[in-house]
């Protein structure tokens, strides 16, 4: 499994002055064409990996981003790694950063004091504002740490004080990272130097891939000097916060870590130090349905299970170097146990002592322990005992669980078996099958609601391109140069970058086989361009050629009678106004296999060409098909589609000796259930 999103981003890094001499990228390019067909080539992490992570991921609700990279192999995991996402307060570890730049540069010392006023102090999390007084004075070293360590916001407004507040996008856009941007002072949101970024992301943004990239850097001493990425790891090793990847891993496990918390986002970037080598690791939520601040919020445990999946991977047979409960537990004592028993004293004791749920049997856990004995009549020794252990009991567990005879007695609910005659039980929320020959429904349920449909919506992009093929077979050999717009789309990628060229033939292997949201911006510039009109006077400017195509798909399906669909984009990013219902996409799929290089290409399991620069350079790309069905004769393509809106999409091209179908299913469970849902409809509908 080759990551195509980081391939993408890693390239540019290249080609930027981050790893190569300014004066010899283009020879690098060169150099690395001639030994291989990649700029980049990865080595990537085994299907078990990505057969645990993907699930948890999917099951999440909210929007995730991941990206994993254990470094003495270099083998990688991404999800959605060069989605923009916001920070919450990771964007503090860029800032530090940028503070040990400016430092090295000569324009800051970290022994400066910096004298604390009235006006300095912001809410949220930190020390400075409730615990000093106007007037303390600290060293700039000193406020880094505690915007590291204690994720304190005063501490940070301070530093960006010092450094300005737009350098630490410049630096971070100098390393290779142009999506890596703090956009304005912590609860200052009027000194926005990015205004659309905060309204989307709030304090910061960046991507998992890019963070990973940073951290990559800092962990190999690449960042300023060495000294300065020694004393930056020291910071974060004393980050506070391990409620989120740092809480499953082993006891003593070494780890670097900054996280980020509000109300919809929880993020968290790590240096792990594993038995096995080193794990850089990066997880980015957004939109998160459960936006409490308890220990056990959805987005806090997803982190956890995913740097455990991570670090247990890459370290098979290692164990927490935690010891088993063998008698009565006392101070010093670290295990899950422990964690149960503090659990358990804040919820037991009045008022609570609000223990830290971290394992560890420490002087406050014990004092706990001494005044819950004391309330019940037994010895206070802080030790806990038998005796102890029954008044504790039940225990309180992470997950609240219900008495046994209360689980016993619950009756389940069981959905009807599936009908002799009629369609099988479906994950999906929205499906319809077809006769692909006649057009004829065969079935179908909310098969006229109009849902989000995700990268289905290539499907119009293709078909409006390949329209415009049969009249004029030429435009197929026309050269598409990826714009600066192409290549900020977020999501699935083909891998291209602004600048680079590619024939339109070519290139729509990129927009259905590794479904590239960059393709498709770039297929509507190129083709609303050729399609756009002046106006009467002929000095105005030309109509935006996006918005043309835009158009021209919303009046090619009123063409065809697609009432029940609106296009906003040609790749299916989630936008109010673009929804498609399941029955207009099996029409615009049937009027799209009569073309014969539609049925070719979605049927293509994987794709090679080779791209070009005008400064001189090509190399080649190699993309692969999205869709499992086709691992399965009989099975004959057409378009997967997934994002969080929309959930798993899947259309569906399929034969049975003469009989053809099309079936298509949306917002089935997972990607998974998509295949499932669709061989069960398929199977039922033949000879029907």
């Known amino acids: 499994m080759i990551d195509s999103n980081y391939s993408k981003r890693t390239m540019k890094l290249k080609l930027k002055q981050g790893l190569f001499p300014k004066n010899r990228w283009i020879g690098a390019v060169v150099v690395l064409f001639l030994f291989g067909t990649r700029l980049t080539i990865e080595t990537a992490v085994g299907d078990e990996l990505a057969d645990q992570l993907r699930p948890l991921i999917e099951g999440h609700e909210g929007e995730v981003s991941v990206c994993v990279e254990h470094l003495a192999t270099g083998q990688r995991f991404a999800w959605e790694a060069d989605r923009p996402m916001p920070t919450a307060s990771l964007i503090k570890l860029p800032?530090?950063?940028?503070?040990?730049?400016?430092?090295?540069?000569?324009?800051?010392?970290?022994?400066?004091?910096?004298?604390?006023?009235?006006?300095?102090?912001?809410?949220?999390?930190?020390?400075?504002?409730?615990?000093?007084?106007?007037?303390?004075?600290?060293?700039?070293?000193?406020?880094?740490?505690?915007?590291?360590?204690?994720?304190?916001?005063?501490?940070?407004?301070?530093?960006?004080?010092?450094?300005?507040?737009?350098?630490?996008?410049?630096?971070?856009?100098?390393?290779?990272?142009?999506?890596?941007?703090?956009?304005?002072?912590?609860?200052?949101?009027?000194?926005?130097v990015f205004p659309e970024r905060s309204r989307e992301f709030g304090l910061g943004s960046t991507t998992a891939a890019e963070m990973v990239g940073l951290l990559k850097m800092l962990h190999s001493k690449e960042l300023v000097s060495i000294d300065a990425c020694d004393d930056m790891l020291r910071h974060l090793r004393a980050c506070d916060d391990d409620t989120k990847i740092r809480s499953l891993l082993p006891k003593g496990t070494p780890v670097a870590n900054k996280t980020g918390a509000v109300s919809n986002v929880r993020t968290d970037a790590a240096v792990i130090e594993s038995p096995n080598g080193t794990i850089v690791i990066c997880v980015l939520t957004r939109n998160n349905v459960d936006q409490r601040y308890d220990d056990d919020n959805a987005a806090h445990v997803l982190c956890g299970r995913i740097g455990k999946i991570v670090f247990d991977h890459f370290n098979p047979g290692v164990v927490s170097t935690t010891q088993p409960v063998t008698?009565?537990?006392?101070?010093?004592?670290?295990?899950?146990?422990?964690?149960?028993?503090?659990?358990?004293?804040?919820?037991?004791?009045?008022?609570?002592?609000?223990?830290?749920?971290?394992?560890?049997?420490?002087?406050?856990?014990?004092?706990?322990?001494?005044?819950?004995?004391?309330?019940?009549?037994?010895?206070?020794?802080?030790?806990?005992?038998?005796?102890?252990?029954?008044?504790?009991?039940?225990?309180?567990?992470?997950?609240?669980?219900?008495?046994?005879?209360?689980?016993?007695?619950?009756?389940?609910?069981?959905?009807?078996?599936?009908?002799?005659?009629?369609?099988?039980?479906?994950?999906?929320?929205?499906?319809?099958?077809?006769?692909?020959?006649?057009?004829?429904?065969?079935?179908?349920?909310?098969?006229?609601?109009?849902?989000?449909?995700?990268?289905?919506?290539?499907?119009?992009?293709?078909?409006?391109?390949?329209?415009?093929?049969?009249?004029?077979?030429?435009?197929?050999?026309?050269?598409?140069?990826?714009?600066?717009?192409?290549?900020?789309?977020?999501?699935?990628?083909?891998?291209?970058v602004a600048g680079e060229q590619v024939a339109v033939r070519d290139l729509l292997y990129g927009l259905l086989l590794p479904s590239g949201n960059d393709a498709g911006t770039a297929l509507a510039e190129h083709f609303g361009a050729k399609w756009s009109v002046l106006n009467d006077d002929q000095t105005s400017k030309p109509v935006d050629s996006f918005a043309v195509f835009i158009q021209a798909m919303n009046r090619r399906a009123q063409d065809l009678g697609v009432k029940d669909s609106r296009f906003a984009n040609p790749h299916g990013l989630t936008e109010n106004e673009h929804k498609l219902s399941a029955f207009d996409l099996a029409q615009l799929t049937q009027q799209a296999i009569k073309l014969r290089l539609f049925r070719t290409i979605v049927a293509t399991r994987q794709y090679g060409c080779r791209i070009s620069h005008p400064s001189g350079y090509s190399r080649n790309v190699k993309w692969t098909n999205t869709n499992k069905m086709l691992e399965t004769t009989s099975y004959l393509g057409v378009k997967t589609g997934t994002t969080t809106a929309a959930g798993a999409c899947l259309v569906t091209f399929a034969e049975h000796g003469e009989q053809q179908r099309i079936c298509v299913v949306l917002g089935a469970s997972d990607s998974s259930s998509r295949y499932v849902d669709t061989k069960n409809l398929l199977r039922w509908s033949w000879g029907r």
């Open 95 to 192: 800032v530090m950063i940028a503070a040990y730049e400016a430092v090295a540069n000569g324009k800051l010392d970290l022994t400066t004091p910096i004298t604390l006023t009235t006006d300095d102090m912001v809410p949220g999390s930190g020390v400075l504002t409730d615990h000093f007084s106007a007037g303390t004075q600290i060293s700039l070293r000193d406020a880094i740490h505690l915007m590291i360590a204690f994720s304190d916001n005063t501490a940070t407004n301070l530093v960006v004080d010092r450094i300005g507040l737009a350098t630490t996008a410049e630096r971070m856009e100098s390393l290779g990272y142009p999506n890596t941007k703090l956009h304005s002072k912590v609860f200052r949101g009027s000194t926005t």
């Open 327 to 496: 008698g009565p537990l006392a101070i010093g004592a670290t295990s899950q146990l422990v964690e149960t028993l503090q659990r358990t004293l804040n919820a037991r004791l009045l008022p609570t002592p609000n223990l830290t749920v971290d394992g560890d049997f420490g002087p406050a856990t014990q004092n706990a322990v001494k005044s819950f004995q004391e309330a019940n009549g037994l010895p206070a020794s802080g030790v806990v005992d038998v005796a102890t252990w029954k008044n504790l009991s039940p225990l309180v567990e992470k997950e609240s669980v219900p008495e046994p005879e209360i689980v016993n007695a619950e009756v389940l609910p069981r959905l009807p078996a599936d009908s002799d005659t009629g369609p099988p039980f479906v994950t999906a929320k929205a499906w319809c099958v077809i006769d692909a020959i006649t057009g004829k429904s065969i079935g179908g349920e909310n098969m006229e609601t109009p849902l989000d449909p995700a990268s289905t919506t290539k499907i119009m992009t293709a078909l409006l391109i390949l329209e415009e093929a049969e009249r004029n077979p030429a435009c197929l050999d026309e050269i598409v140069t990826f714009s600066a717009q192409a290549d900020a789309t977020i999501g699935s990628s083909c891998g291209l």
